[in-house]
């Protein structure tokens, strides 16, 4: 069936599965564009020269303020796992100052200091073993906890997804007056469904991050393990 081709309800009904399946992908998955052969003779030499790579005028703002958010909502999740990873790099990196007073982030912790390469000044056989076994035992007892907390938010993901799916095809199987083209439903459901769009992004990219808090912790933890056992 054409994308062009006149829907009655029934038929959309039908066609709402196929089309709402080759949206749903990934919420931070980007679509795949398929374009005509005709259409990339028109742009092939001409493409890159127009590509941006800065965000549109305000854009930039309202992206970082929700970065921030998924950055804050981790740290809410997560207050112990931060508590630890401070507390050891308090021991082996050296904080930012302003005068006699520590530089702290948005969260209040301390700013660390970095090499001109980028990585953080640190060293770690400024730890005792006794200190790197007491770390590692408060870390290893932890992720279990921290697993499955991270696991919690993979399922608001993946719920958040099936909300968005849901929202995609109501509005493309939504009765409407005259006929209508696959073109026509498909762009009112992503309208209809824009808002759970954003949702699932978002709560896909805190998942994310949960996920590699988790990840981070568990190489810390066998870094301390590799050192006390070397």
């Not at 092939?44 to 703002?61: C, H």
């Not at 660390?112 to 400024?126: F, Q, T």
């Not at 808002?195 to 990840?215: C, G």
Request: glycine fraction near 8%; avoid cysteine; charged fraction near 30%.
């Amino acid at each position: 069936m054409s994308g062009s081709e006149i829907l009655d309800d029934i038929q959309a009904a039908a066609q709402a599965d196929r089309i709402v399946g080759a949206i749903g992908k990934e919420p931070d998955g980007p679509d795949e564009v398929d374009i005509a052969p005709d259409r990339t003779k028109e742009t092939a030499s001409t493409g890159f020269s127009r590509m941006r790579t800065e965000w549109r005028p305000g854009d930039a703002v309202e992206i970082q303020g929700i970065v921030g958010q998924a950055d804050g909502a981790i740290h809410r999740l997560f207050p112990d796992a931060y508590l630890i990873m401070n507390e050891l790099w308090g021991l082996v990196r050296r904080p930012v100052m302003d005068g006699d007073e520590i530089v702290v982030d948005v969260f209040g912790w301390p700013v660390w200091e970095k090499l001109p390469s980028g990585a953080y000044a640190e060293d770690y056989s400024r730890l005792t073993a006794r200190e790197k076994d007491d770390f590692l035992l408060r870390i290893t007892t932890m992720l279990v906890e921290w697993g499955q907390q991270s696991a919690n938010i993979w399922m608001e993901a993946m719920l958040a997804k099936a909300r968005w799916e849901e929202q995609m095809a109501t509005g493309f199987t939504a009765p409407q007056t005259g006929r209508s083209t696959v073109e026509d439903r498909t762009q009112r459901g992503r309208a209809y469904a824009a808002e759970d769009r954003y949702h699932a992004v978002y709560r896909s990219a805190v998942s994310r991050k949960a996920e590699q808090l988790v990840r981070s912790l568990e190489l810390l933890g066998q870094r301390l393990k590799d050192s006390l056992t070397g």
